[in-house]
């Protein structure tokens, strides 16, 4: 059981380049979320998805764009990167959104710079 | 803004010492709190949760303390060890219908062996 996958693990991007940060779950889970953790700030909630089709902006959605096809995949796409994107980009699911008695399992992270 | 607040922000411990991370919050439709453990190059995982109508849980050495009328929560580490160094996050989620989890601003925890 793969639980979730994030691709790439690490990326250098120039500023303005675009690219897509993949997250699948084998889990078949409903929720599904992107958070960036920066020192000092935490985890922020970028964009999340309660099911196939339907997408939610987060905290900071602002230079990201996300959308949900199927179940198990759930891709976070940098339009135009910059540098205040700099972070390190976690995937996580759930069944329902890590409530009571439920647990957010998180994905390994993708470790992003951008010049 | 931050809506879970979370201190202090790193925290070194003597081994067998007790760990304490302090967490508040001003929303009061937080109705679950959760707390994550994140070690290095790895994805927070669930550590131990709380909902507002207890005052106190207990799993092995981690007890989660919570003050309703304070709208304060803390994360207690009994008999620290070095094994327990890692990044604790505490959480809160709405209640309703919200699914998503709002963080606090993490605490780098280290236990001097």
């Known amino acids: 059981n793969a639980g979730v996958t994030q691709t790439p693990k690490f990326q250098v991007l120039k500023t303005g380049q675009s690219m897509t940060l993949q997250c699948a779950q084998d889990m078949n889970h409903e929720y599904m979320s992107w958070y960036r953790q920066d020192p000092g700030m935490g985890l922020r909630l970028i964009h999340y998805s309660v099911g196939a089709g339907i997408t939610d902006q987060g905290e900071v959605p602002n230079g990201y764009n996300v959308s949900r096809s199927t179940t198990e995949d759930f891709p976070l796409r940098l339009l135009s990167a910059a540098p205040s994107q700099t972070s390190v980009y976690f995937c996580?699911?759930?069944?329902?959104?890590?409530?009571?008695?439920?647990?957010?399992?998180f994905g390994s992270g993708t470790q992003l710079s951008v010049l | 803004q931050q809506q879970v607040k979370q201190s202090p922000q790193s925290l070194i411990v003597q081994k067998g010492g007790i760990s304490i991370i302090n967490c508040a919050y001003e929303?009061?439709?937080?109705?679950?709190f959760p707390w994550y453990q994140q070690f290095p190059g790895k994805g927070p995982a669930l550590l131990i949760a709380i909902r507002p109508d207890v005052s106190e849980k207990k799993e092995g050495r981690f007890t989660i303390s919570f003050n309703k009328s304070a709208k304060q929560f803390s994360l207690h580490i009994m008999d620290s060890q070095p094994g327990d160094s890692a990044t604790y996050f505490c959480a809160a989620k709405l209640g309703g219908s919200a699914r998503q989890l709002t963080f606090g601003s993490g605490t780098q925890l280290t236990v001097l062996p």
């Open positions: 929303n009061t439709a937080f109705d679950y």
């Open positions: 996580a699911s759930s069944y329902s959104g890590g409530g009571y008695n439920e647990k957010l399992f």
